[in-house]
């Protein structure tokens, strides 16, 4: 989760993004598919949302090096009680991971500080328990930077991470910051301090993918599970920003075309009525066209992309053709991407949930008679997926 500003939620905040709307886009040759951009939604939210137009004051790239800096803290109320060593081996994989999932364009480099820092007021006074303000988890922050900057040289990092001692039970989740231009904000070294990730004691249940969960934010993508009512009731565990355990947590196609590790000539685009078949690549893996997109409307889309579970993330339930609604319009936590359900009548086996059944198999059809669109899922096997486009 991140915590937004107040001041900058209304969607005047997001005007600045549109610009892209009105320029031209080259055309393409007769003949030819029509090109990625075409599909390209343009957020609405002025926060984190499913658009293409990510606003790159307020979120950080999410290509090349990016360099992280690791300090420990702990609290007068709560001291650590255990080297920092630990606390490093279990987020490290979190480095290892992101690099497979962005099929290596993106380099987490993380420089842990091992020694703990100590915080001048007690972990009870920071407001975690009692829900998180903005004004609130910058102050945690704040705090957690000037205690840490006799040890560090903070112009030499993009983004921070602050763990916790684990006796710190009143720090219980991992929520990120981004920076507010509008303020002087935090700045150490004659650096401003623009996006960091405070984590608390949920990171030792979900593990080292809450590390790339929620730096996701700081690229500007948002939360997938729901605000209210069934917490996955949109996407289940099919992505990260999802159900952060579930058995396929990599990032949807869409999210790895909107972060830059899928490329435009990895996209087949639908962007208006037509026919096209298209042969899919798994999502896991490097190489092929990745993701098809039919766009039904100024902020929404429907996307169909090849499922292969690998390693430790292998479930007979993870696997085949995976189609789901896009709204740039939505807000994070309102569903800004909701799986279409192939199977809603199957009991699922032993440690799957029903959304984790929802790929379609060789045979199976979706279709939305309210916008045309039919996607028809013609082969299947271990290298990928045929798919057929309609939309009338």
Sequence with gaps: MTTPPRRLLPLAASVALLCCLSAPTAAAAPGSPPPAAGCALPGRTGWTDEGHDTDRTRFQPATGVRRVLTLYVDFPDAPATESTEPYAAHLAPAADWTGRASYGRLRLDNTPLHRWIRMPADSTSYGFARGLTFEAHE????????????????????????????????????????????????????????????????????????????????????????????????????????????????????????????????????????????????????????????????????????????????????????????????????????????????????????LDLSAYAPGQSFTDPATGVRIDVLGGGRTGDTVRLSKE
């Design 139 to 354: 102050k945690y922050l704040r705090d957690a930077i000037t205690a840490a900057d006799p040890y560090a040289d903070f112009s030499r990092y993009d983004m921070v991470y602050v763990v916790p001692a684990r006796t710190a039970t009143a720090i219980p989740f991992s929520p990120t910051y981004l920076y507010d231009p509008a303020t002087p904000g935090i700045t150490a070294d004659g650096t401003r301090l623009k996006w960091a990730v405070t984590f608390g004691q949920d990171m030792w249940r979900w593990g080292h993918k809450v590390a790339a969960h929620e730096t996701a934010h700081t690229f500007g993508l948002p939360d997938l599970y729901s605000f209210a009512g069934a917490t996955h009731q949109y996407v289940g565990g099919w992505d990260v920003m999802g159900d952060i355990a579930g058995h396929a947590p990599q990032y949807l196609g869409w999210h790895s075309w909107k972060l830059g590790w899928t490329r435009d000539d990895q996209v087949a685009c639908l962007a208006a009525s037509g026919r096209r078949t298209v042969r899919l690549t798994p999502v896991e893996r490097s190489g092929g066209t990745k993701i098809a997109v039919l766009r039904t409307g100024e902020t929404t889309a429907y996307v169909a992309e090849s499922r292969r579970a690998q390693g430790n993330d292998a479930a007979a339930c993870s696997t085949g053709v995976l189609i789901y609604k896009v709204d740039s319009a939505a807000l994070t936590g309102e569903g800004p991407v909701r799986i279409t359900n192939a199977n809603p009548t199957t009991t699922p086996p032993t440690g799957c949930t029903a």
